[in-house]
């Protein structure tokens, strides 16, 4: 997950920030940084929405890391 990392590192964030940010405890978000845990759907929304992002660039599925527009209902649940 190099792109997690660079991400990460270019918001200046520590990992310590990012647990505070999406919920994540810092040791899982260490090993899904690593490679060692995958990122399940809701975490991957999460720090989609903290790093300004897509969850398609997180996943290698494109390489346009700018966020596609948001829809004003991403809060909502239902």
Known sequence: ????????KEKGYTQ???QHLTGIDQSDYSK???GKRYLTY???????LVLETSMDYL??????????PRSGSLGNKG
């Open 32 to 34: 899904i940084e690593n």
């Open 59 to 68: 996943a290698g599925l494109t390489d346009e890391k700018k966020a596609y």
């Open 16 to 18: 310590i920030k990012m």
């Open 1 to 8: 997950m190099t792109r997690l990392k660079e991400l990460r």
């Open 42 to 48: 809701e975490q991957c929304r999460r720090i989609a």
